[in-house]
């Protein structure tokens, strides 16, 4: 039931449909473009398409994604829902039906912005679709960008859900969550620059590990533990600091 409730306030948000129908407009200017991209960045088209396209459009999609997240919160905060789910002890299962909700409705978000840049290349440059197609056919390298694609879409909502979780304000969480997405590698660097001893434990930190995984994300990923298991291991750490930092705030109440 409130996993039903979740996918409805997605779906009931007009400003995603018109955030779509951008998307795929600029993948429209990218195909027509890939040329002239390809020449500029001294690239060839696929590697533009995998290592420029979609990561263009899974950053905007991850942007709209965090909006919508946060913007359920403040409508359960504004209506009072949220009183009722702490009232019946539902925070965990809202939690984990919003995030299952935002998953799936931003994988699909993703697919048909993806299939847009698809099918305008089938018209315009067949060669290039074939190359594609033949890419995204292989198991092994389909599955496992599958899998890491979900995956950093759940990183993305777990760090929402902590962002929301310390601060219970949704114009901070959304701050808080900008600044770890643009400046986590920073910090990162800033650290290592300081601490010696710091700089290998901090490579697969929650502060690196999404622009690592982020830039895995391409055709030549495979299924390997070195490349799935550091982003697994720190969504599990950020689940139990979630659990830890709800276990304080009831204490201190």
Known sequence: ??????????????????????LILLNLVFAYKLSTFATFFDMSEINIIFNIVFKIDLILILFIMGINYILSYREDYISKVNVL???????????????????????????IIVTSLLATLFVRKNSLFTELKSIMMNASTAGAYATMLILLLL???IIFLLSLTLFNNTNLAISVSLLFFLGG?????????RVNFASE??????????????????QYITFNLATFLPVVLNIIGLVIVIYIVRFIKKIFG
């Open 1 to 22: 039931m409130m996993f039903i409730l979740e996918f409805g306030k997605l779906f009931r948000r007009k400003f995603n449909y018109l955030f779509a129908i951008i």
């Open 85 to 111: 789910i702490e009232v019946r002890k539902k925070k965990s299962i809202r939690d984990f039906s919003a995030i299952l909700a935002s998953l799936i409705y931003f994988l699909i978000y993703y697919v």
């Open 155 to 157: 990183f993305a909502n």
């Open 185 to 193: 590698e920073v910090i990162a660097n800033m650290i290592k620059a």
């Open 201 to 218: 434990r901090i490579d697969n930190s929650v502060l690196t590990i999404f622009t690592k995984s982020f830039n895995n994300l391409n």
